[in-house]
C-alpha cells in the first residue's frame, strides 16, 4: 500500500488521465461507428493486451493470487461490460451529452456501497441523487425540446444508464485495486480480462476492421494504458473523495472532442444538466465538517 501524497501529483496525474480517457472516448466513437462498439472494444483491449502482458511479466515474474486475483478478475469483467455499453451510447448520442449522463455514476456508488459495504446512506446523499436525477431529465428534455426522441436515443441513453451503474461499481474496485496493485499489472489485467470475456462471443459478433481502423484502435489502446496507469498511480497515492470530482473534468474535454472531431454542437441545456448533476454529487460525497469541543 502506497502512502498517501498530500500533494497536488496526485490530482494532476487525475486530471491528466481524464484528458487521455475522454481523447480515447472520441477516437473510439470513431472506431464503434466503422465497426460497431462490441468489436472496437475488443479490438482495442486485445491490443492493450499484446502491449502489456510481454511488459509486466518481464517485469514482475510474479502471478498475483488470492484476493488481488481476485480484484483483478472481477474489475475486469465490470469494465467489460461497462466499456462495451458505454461505447455502443457514442454510436448514438454525442460524446458531451453520454459523459454528462454518466456523472451520475458517482451518485449510484452511494447506493452500491451502502449494498456492497454496509455504509449508511445520510440525507444529503438522497437530496444529491435528487439534483443529480433532475440533471438528467433536463439534458433528455433539451433532446427533446429540439428534436424527437427515438428509439436510437432513447436506447442510447439506457446505455449509459447501464454502463454509469457499472462504472460505479468501478469506482469501489478502483481503490481497492490500486492498493493491491501497481498500475502496470492493473492495466494488464484489466485489458486481459475484457479481452477473454468479450472474447467468448467473438465468433457470432467480431467485424474486423480495415488499416485506418486497426491505426484508429490501436491509439486508442495507447491512450487508455496510459490514462489507466494515470488512475492507478493517482488512487494508490490519495483519497477517492478527493479525485472522483476531477472526473467532472471529462464533460470539458468531451466537448472539445466533440466539437473537434464530429462538429458535435454544446447545447445550453446539456452544459445545464451536467452542472446540476455536478452539484448533485458534491452535495451528497462531500463529508460534514465536524466541530470538535476542547
Not at 168 to 197: H, K, Y
Not at 230 to 251: C, D, K, N
Request: charged share 15%.
Amino acid at each position: 500500500m502506497s502512502a498517501q501524497d498530500n500533494s497536488i501529483r496526485p490530482v494532476l496525474a487525475a486530471t491528466l488521465g481524464i484528458a487521455l480517457f475522454a481523447a480515447m472516448d472520441a477516437v473510439m466513437k470513431g472506431g464503434a461507428l466503422a465497426i460497431g462498439a462490441y468489436s472496437a472494444f475488443l479490438l482495442r483491449c486485445l491490443m492493450g493486451s499484446l502491449l502489456l502482458a510481454p511488459i509486466w511479466w518481464w517485469r514482475t515474474r510474479v502471478f498475483p493470487r488470492g484476493r488481488v486475483l481476485r480484484i483483478h478478475l472481477v474489475r475486469g469483467t465490470v469494465i467489460a461490460f461497462m466499456g462495451w455499453s458505454f461505447f455502443a451510447s457514442l454510436v448514438y448520442l454525442p460524446l458531451a451529452e453520454a459523459i454528462a449522463i454518466s456523472f451520475v455514476a458517482p451518485l449510484i456508488a452511494l447506493y452500491l456501497a451502502r449494498l456492497l459495504l454496509g455504509e449508511v446512506i445520510r440525507p444529503r446523499a438522497v437530496a444529491g441523487t435528487i439534483l443529480g436525477l433532475v440533471g438528467v431529465i433536463v439534458i433528455v428534455a433539451g433532446r427533446i425540446g429540439r428534436e424527437r426522441l427515438d428509439g436510437d436515443a432513447a436506447f442510447g441513453i439506457a446505455l449509459v444508464l447501464v454502463s454509469a451503474v457499472l462504472f460505479a461499481w468501478n469506482l469501489i474496485l478502483q481503490r481497492q485495486q490500486a492498493l493491491v496493485s501497481s498500475p502496470l499489472e492493473a492495466s494488464t489485467f484489466q485489458n486481459g480480462m475484457v479481452t477473454l470475456v468479450l472474447g467468448v462471443g467473438a465468433p457470432f459478433l467480431l467485424v474486423l476492421p480495415d488499416r485506418e481502423t486497426v491505426m484508429l484502435l490501436g491509439l486508442a489502446a495507447v491512450l487508455a494504458i496510459l490514462a489507466a496507469m494515470l488512475f492507478i498511480w493517482a488512487y494508490a497515492r490519495s483519497e477517492t473523495q478527493r479525485l472522483v470530482p476531477i472526473e467532472y473534468t471529462g464533460f470539458l474535454w468531451a466537448s472539445l472532442f466533440g466539437w473537434l472531431f464530429f462538429a458535435e454542437p454544446i447545447r445550453p441545456l446539456t452544459v445545464a444538466g451536467a452542472v446540476l448533476i455536478v452539484i448533485g454529487c458534491w452535495i451528497a460525497t462531500r463529508r460534514r465538517t465536524e466541530q470538535t469541543a476542547l
